[in-house]
């Protein structure tokens, strides 16, 4: 997708050379070898540009489309009335969206990628940008918007969008995935959590911790120390999040050697089977999806949830008004909730890296000559949804602060929520400090196989292990033997 690139330099070569033939000097022998060929360009670049104007003049609309998701609990709500905003003030673009639940945006864009004919625009999660990008239908949008749009966002999150020297999407947020504690049972329990918040801590310590927030009502569990969704593909987010703090911040190394086949994932695999063992977790973990584990963090059954997000505490702070006031929405057999955010531990070996879950919106095409019009068009719908009050508003629901200028100068103009914990939010701010850096360097295609090894064999194998039906040993060695197979032994971490 250079091809714009590919025109400025050609229209800015034919300019200077009829600027030196006009003043009677001899052309450059570094001048195209045919002005023919440099002035079809020019006039190709012309012609495109004179298509939108008549698109305006005639009332013809250029079709942007958008598969999206429930970024926020009203995004869906108010996207309606962000597109017609935006369809009111462009003469010449026209944003349809298409709305996918978070289950099935994933499918849904696989589908249309397969078929060729995907949307102009996605909101999907950085690391599937490895995966579309193999496919060839991922736009390069880095030369379709200006210096201050690019400028606009931060640019250590914008990098979670480029791959090589492209960008393909333009983030809404970064959010740090992490785990979150009921207050009470935690001073319970004896933890002192603001330390926690502050130091972090090991995985020994954690271990340690949530056995003291299990709670016996006779042989029955009444409260575990700790709960995770790991139904389905919720099991992803588990191992992605934990592995991240025992010595594996990516799939890849520095020296882009697949990661997964050092012996440290054999040691953190045996880890976590330790907690379920330990009886702090629920035996039928790969049972629990994403409402069953908050349910049962606002029932009281568990002292610590995961993954936990920034928004969690104003869900639980929402749920506990409605108990206050006696309405009957509020979730049944629920109680108070003081709802406290943590970091991931560390394990042996590991350091401090928080997961960052940059999200935000690609740009496809199923073209293979697409019209630079028209990806021009997408390039700047993606960046309205992207920034502005869009940004702040998807941000605060989000208990988030937004990744552009614009954002958070739209951000300040909002109604500052009230009864915030600053506890919670200095907790974060750290973490987003200890989030670990885009992978930019990573290959399209090595990405593409280390997911496709995440899919099928990864996730597959991890809900075995939680279920006690695969042992460490056996996942760890099926880990191994799709890496070999993939990257070949050279290709792997060997230790």
Known sequence: MKRKTLRNILTTTL??????SGCGSQQSAEAPASQDDA?????????????????????????????L?????TYQDKLNAWVEEFNAENQNIEIQVTTASWEDMTQKLDVQVNAGSPPDIA?????????????????DIGDYLDESQLGDFDENVLNYFRNGDGLYGLPAYCEVQCIGGNRQFL??????????????????????????????DGDTVKTYGFVFACSGVTAKDYFSIFVKNAGMPAAFDEDLKYAYTST????????????IDDGSMPKELSAIDAGKRWNMMLTGQTMITGKGLSSFEKSAADNNALLESGDPNAVEDSIELDYIVLPVPVFDGGEQNAYGAVDG?????GEKDPDETHLKNVASVAYYLASGARAAETCQELYLKPVCESGRTAYEELTPIENKNEDNTKAVELLTEQIAPARSDIPADLGAEAIQIEDEVIVPKFQGLLAGEVSPEDMYQAIVDAAYDAFGEEGCVQD
């Open 123 to 139: 909101f999907i999660g950085y690391d599937g940008i490895t995966k579309y990008l193999d496919s060839g239908m991922l736009v």
């Open 69 to 73: 998701p429930p970024v926020s609990g």
């Open 264 to 275: 440290k994932m054999l040691d953190f695999l045996t880890d976590l089977r330790a907690l």
């Open 39 to 67: 002035a079809r360009e020019v006039q190709s670049v012309a012609s495109e540009e004179a298509q939108g104007q008549e698109q305006a003049a005639s009332g013809e609309k250029d079709v942007v489309t958008a598969l």
């Open 361 to 365: 919106y690609i740009c496809l095409t």
């Open 15 to 20: 300019l200077m050379a009829m600027v030196i």
């Open 187 to 216: 001073e319970d329990a004896g933890i002192d959590w603001q330390s926690v918040q502050q130091n972090g801590w090991t995985y020994d310590e954690f271990r340690e911790a949530i056995q003291k927030g299990v709670v016996m």
